[in-house]
């Protein structure tokens, strides 16, 4: 947000009036992941919305503007640590190592799409909203009963602190111990209904203090803010202490959907301004001026990315058909004799 | 008559209704300011303001909670559920309180609310996008169900359930919202729940269906050679076992169409009808035709799952030749 | 509480070393009115546990040691404002002249027990815990749009707070601004749940924040405070400023009902304290160290109460069994013609 | 073989399989130190530790949906609804999650999910304590169903629900919880999902029922002149199609019998099984005696409403006499 708000944690100044932070020990390699994640996501973003224009997926929830919650929380997990996702944080498997042909088949209602939740330590989307909360918190809870030490991460939207399932997670989260990190994606918006009609809770951190554990609010377009802010919710969690719920304050500065058309209820003004101060170029600003991002490096990022990105739908362009028997697989382990009646 | 679509019919009823009776208000998500994600509630905000088309915040039981205080407040609240898959936090709301509030109050109070929202598959959408709930309403005491497969109907059975003094769902195939389009009668058109409708007239064999299958038997009725007669159930509760009966009565042979799964959908309740009060008339098996005991598939296979006029005309081809 | 604790609002002291205090304007007849509906209360929950051993009655809630927050909040109320209650607040009723037979006749699952919400501004017994909430948040909201002026309160427990129907219906009330009181009975059990494994939240009021709206921590053995609190939240709800959440704290030292056996559960100890300070008694030595109450006052407070009792239970015995047919009445106003295949 | 009640062998069953299985964990409201309100998980808590043992919050969709993720930590959970209609609030996590999830991992996870709750009328109990919600389970993709009548199959199936790899629901009728005794065995019981079983042979007239009905039906059957067979049906999924269909093709008259609302109820589905599969062996309609489209009235009338032997016995008779 521009200018950053009071009580809003921020680490990536303007290069003006706001002296740029910085993450005790994070050095240039981990600045330079973090970039290239960054560029990896908005890569995917930005060509998996050509590739819908083309006609070659479905409906897309774009994410661009989000990179860097996604990012900055994602990075700051241990591998053996589980992602629960939205809808809008659909590729962030990518940063796991899972291919765009695999996102991309989801989005084209190819059973491809399915993925293997244990292979990535990324759970399936969730379509239903703030349903997917309870799980993050079952799964932390059921690794800490089992005397293991991963943490899950539950990500939804300020529009998801509505839904009774949230409100039930959160609870069950504070008073099993589980270890899990609640990351609020807080764009203002649930489709055109903006925060001001969702809620009257001055932040939506507030919300933490009723479930009795610790409410984090950073600035969503800073991914160094939202690293630090999960970095250390993991350690907490990590040490026994709970869970920790990371309200991340951004602006859906994109249409909520390629289906959607946000111009009947926004405000273009506030959009434009939203989409100068975009969070990659932020941090790219910030990497710049901290001498750890050259225009090589830059550009290196660019076309692995894009590489990546094309081989993606290259493969996705390759997929065979799905075998129509796939309607029959999978809902059972040990199907019952009437499966196929229809 | 103008000709206009499923959807732009719902969106006339609701004008119309609202313009009737100041007591009904729409609520639901992105109702208002977006008009609804199918502009079914497009232009209600302007015309009739804030209070009476409510932006709810993001909670289906919520909505469905709150409509039956406002409801004992003194307004007929119309809750539209954005998906039909999104309906299911609001099940027990449903169950609990608005099947049964009228009987609790020993009948002194009435809950006219009505819920609505698209419903089914065939429009290539993601996951929980496609399901088909109307069995899990139609088993629910206190609440009537139904479900329009022409603009005209939907105008009028929405106006029909506006004006009930009783709790009804209607589910609003969205397969059909955009096309085809049908003649709707302008200002108020009512028309009565518990009616069924001959969508075909034939002698040799009876498809049973509601809904978007009620095209599809259409389409299978022009694949048989013999005379099929499409019997378009429209009201679930209150449903018409004489019109179904009739035509079953006067065929023989019955093959029952829905897109839920299979296992005790609302398609097992017609068959069981039907085996209960027309065995005498029967020359064959009562034939199922609907989608499988699976989730609705990823959608680039769904016309695998969704009944088609050949599955249905196969069935009616077995029950022909038996 | 005693000693009451930090932030719980408390009026009446304990004749030591807590002073007794009052609230401005309220007169002695005010006080007595208070008295007689604890009295009233007191005199249904203990008659009925009799009745119920008799086996006239099936199971039932006791609310012994919670007159003072039903009480305490429903005098506050004015006529017009409507009651939602749970099924620990079956009698509140009595409060608005409802007969105790009919109260009686629900608990013997008679349909006598049916009443009409609209001739004591009293909805029906909620027994699916908090899904009661949005309906008083929703008669409300719905109150307001129609320019009226009366008001809502729902009464819940502390288990009621974990679950979705709560937090919906909470944070309807407030971005509706819906003129609705929530008042929280904070008995600390939910059966045997103690409110340790219900929630890490210091207290029940800070759930409040999150929805943006005031909440109050009140003494729930202490009618005055009740009364207090509730007219605060009245008022501003009829300014125009919302809901109040309001936690009465207390204690359940009773059974949850007469099924319950909590000899399993609970401290027999800590139960012997609390009831040796029950809210009954409380009140009573407060308004007769204020001078309000004498012997026959209160005598005659204990006999009305029993004739009413006594009349309800001779009403409720002379209740014809029921008509069968009730079985298909009101269900529908207009049944399906299915409604008798069975 | 000792003599138990039902609620006593459905403690059997857990402490057998919590012994035998240490990721099996129970979780529900008061399932820990009182030992569930029915007194079914008595013991656990001390014998097992409040690990696997868990009183949760109150809140039924919290429950289920973290159990859900529990079961992908490597957890067998077994949630406990307190009562049948409590279980409404996770219908959601229920249709979208626990009868999905697996699917939607291609098939690479199991949800190795049980729910039990209690089901069912005539305890005399307040309103939303007697409800029989089977349908709404059954008709979800995804998910097994099982209702036991006797305390031996009660601890069976249930072992069998714990074993299976898919989520199963157990739905426990609680007017048979504590009567009639019957002969359980020691250890471990499993009665394998999907099969019916012949509660007593007869050659006129099949009744098909389950849980509390097989009881009613017995009871009926000893009303008749003619020899009844009583199916009980135990697992509505997977179905055991052969044994209803078996019994049909002997007696070529059937009634169908629920506890529960008729419309659209589980035996709709049965009705139009047999309607499809065994037309040619019927002699007269399917009959169904069921639950009526109402609430489940207040306990004083509720012997008006739940199916009796008596009711039961007209409906064959008005068969046996076709
Ligand atoms: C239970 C449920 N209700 C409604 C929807 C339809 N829907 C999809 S996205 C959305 C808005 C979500 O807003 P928010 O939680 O803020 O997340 P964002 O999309 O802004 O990331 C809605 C209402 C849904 N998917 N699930
Ligand atoms: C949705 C739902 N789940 C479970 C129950 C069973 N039940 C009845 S009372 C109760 C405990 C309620 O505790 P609390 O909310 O603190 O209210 P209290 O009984 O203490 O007044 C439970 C779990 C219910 N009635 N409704
Ligand atoms: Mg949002
Ligand atoms: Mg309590």
Known sequence: MLPAEPGVRRIIGDGEEVADGEIEGLGDAALLDLYRGMVLLRTYDERSLVYHRQGRIGTYAIFWGHEAIQVGSALALADEDWI???????????????????????WRGHPAGWWNPEAFRVASITVPIATHVPHAVGYAWGARLKGRSDCAIAYFGDGATSEGAFHEGANFAAVMRA????????????????????????????????????GVRVDGGDVLAVYEATAEALARARAGEGPTFIEALTYRS??????????????????????????????????????????????????DALARMKAGIAAAEALPPPDPEVVFAHAYVDPPPGLRDG | MAEKTLVEAVNDALQAEMERDGDVMVLGEDVGRAGGVFRATAGLLDRFGADRCVDTPLAEAGILGTAVGLAMAGWRPVC?????????????????????????TGGAMEFPLTIRMPTGGGVRAPELHEDSPEAYYVHTPGVKVAIPSTPADAKGLLAAAIRDPDPVVILEPKVLYRSPRGEVPEGEHVVPLGQARVAREGGDVTLVAYGAM????????????????????????PL?????????????????????????????????????????????????????????????????????????????RRLLAY
């Open chain 1, 84 to 106: 629960f996702p939205s809808y809008r944080e659909s590729a962030i498997g990518l940063l796991r190592g899972m291919p765009p042909e695999t996102v991309l088949a989801w």
């Open chain 1, 179 to 214: 270890p899990a990190v609640l990351l609020c994606n807080n764009n203002q918006w649930a489709i055109s209904t903006p925060l001001s009609a969702q809620t009257r809770a001055e932040s939506l951190a507030d919300k933490a203090v009723g479930y009795g554990m610790p």
């Open chain 1, 254 to 303: 994109a249409p909520h959907a390629t289906a959607d058309d946000p111009s009947a209820y926004w405000d273009e003004e506030r959009v434009e301004e939203e989409r100068r101060n975009e969070c990659l170029g932020r941090f790219e600003r910030y990497l710049r001026r901290a001498g750890v991002l050259t225009d090589e490096l830059a550009e290196e990022a660019r076309s």
């Open chain 2, 80 to 104: 539209e559920m954005q998906y039909e898959s999104f309906s299911y936090p609001c099940l027990d709301q449903l169950i609990t309180h608005v099947g049964r509030y009228r009987w609790r």
């Open chain 2, 214 to 237: 009620v095209p599809v038997c259409l389409e299978a009725a022009e694949l048989l050679d013999a005379g099929a007669e499409v019997v378009d159930v429209r009201s679930l509760k």
């Open chain 2, 240 to 316: 018409d076992e004489e019109t179904i009966l009739a035509s079953v009565a006067k065929t023989g042979r019955v093959v029952v169409v829905q897109e839920a799964p299979r296992v005790a959908g609302f398609g097992a309740e017609l068959a069981a009808v039907i085996a209960e009060k027309a065995i005498l008339d029967l020359q064959g098996p009562i034939l199922r035709v609907t989608g499988y005991d699976v989730p609705f598939p990823y959608w680039s296979v769904e016309h695998e799952y969704v009944p088609t006029p050949e599955r249905v005309a196969a069935a009616a």
